[in-house]
């Protein structure tokens, strides 16, 4: 039994010795693992925070630039807002008076002109082929229907040509021309107040001039000296009128020749449609030759 005990003890020893060589074996490994991961973590954790510094980085400088262009904006405004009080209240304030009636002029015509704006070879092709197939009043109805100069012409036109009384061609001739030339005058409505307000944007800042000067003449005479300080307020005034009307005169002018060209456009239409119409009307069995 003593040999017994001994053997088991003496297993048991060995055991524990061998167990804790491993254990003593694997913490320096274990130690060094975690360490690797730690590592590891502090690398991964260096890298994320780098991205997130370049993330937000990013929308910094989007937001930099953006408040570049804001900055920028609001120094471009109110360095025209100080030119124009410089400029004078009084006649600054015609100068832009002008501009403002003359861009809502502008638009009301490029407007109406648009709309009344048609393509005439498919509306003239069709009210051909009415006309061709004896269905003048359905023709003037489409005519009714349809906005524009060229619709107005035709719907005169075939009013004629479906009367009893003025369906010979030289009737309907006369009033294709006579409507022709009340569309015509619809269409340069107001053209006339464009014009007088690009003439007298111009006007006005050469009237401002010549204030500027007269004010500057003074200054030397109330100062009794010729200097550049003295003159420097009165030219300054007389200088920022004139560039400020003449900017409104050029830009009124652009929209005025956009304006003429549309008009010419729907001009040509007019009489484009008034030959295709003189022409439906001769085939007509309705019209008196």
Excluded: H
């Excluded at 694997?26 to 690797?36: R, V």
């Excluded at 060229?150 to 006579?178: F, G, H, P, Y």
């Excluded at 107001?190 to 800042?205: E, K, Q």
């Amino acid at each position: 039994m003593k040999k017994l005990f001994a053997i088991i003890a003496m297993v048991a020893v060995c055991s524990f010795g061998a167990t804790s060589s491993v254990m003593a074996q694997d913490t320096p490994a274990e130690a060094a693992a975690t360490e690797q991961v730690d590592s590891t973590s502090e690398a991964a954790a260096v890298d994320s925070a780098a991205v997130d510094t370049e993330a937000e980085a990013a929308p910094a400088e989007v937001a930099e630039t953006t408040t570049a262009t804001e900055e920028e904006n609001t120094s471009l405004y109110k360095e025209l807002k100080t030119k124009f009080i410089e400029g004078g209240a009084g006649f600054m304030a015609l100068v832009a008076i002008a501009l403002v009636l003359g861009l809502a002029l502008c638009i009301e015509r490029i407007i109406y002109l648009s709309l009344a704006g048609v393509n005439t070879r498919q509306f003239t092709a069709n009210l051909a082929s009415m006309v061709a197939a004896g269905k003048v009043k359905e023709a003037v109805q489409l005519a009714s229907s349809t906005r524009g100069p060229v619709a107005a012409v035709s719907k005169k036109a075939l009013a004629c040509l479906d009367s009893e009384d003025q369906n010979d061609i030289a009737t309907i001739e006369r009033t294709i021309n006579m409507e022709a030339e009340v569309q015509g005058t619809y269409l340069e409505e107001n053209c006339s107040w464009i014009t007088l307000f690009i003439a007298m944007a111009p006007s006005l800042g050469f009237l401002g001039t010549v204030i500027g000067m007269v004010q500057a003449f003074d200054d030397i005479q109330k100062a009794g000296d010729i200097s550049p300080t003295v003159v420097a307020g009165g030219m300054k005034v007389a200088l920022i009128t004139t560039i400020f009307g003449i900017v409104v005169a050029l830009i009124l002018q652009i929209f005025y020749n956009y304006i003429l060209s549309r008009v010419e456009a729907l001009t040509s239409n007019m009489e484009e449609a008034a030959q295709e119409l003189l022409v439906m009307c001769v085939k007509s069995d309705k019209c008196k030759k």
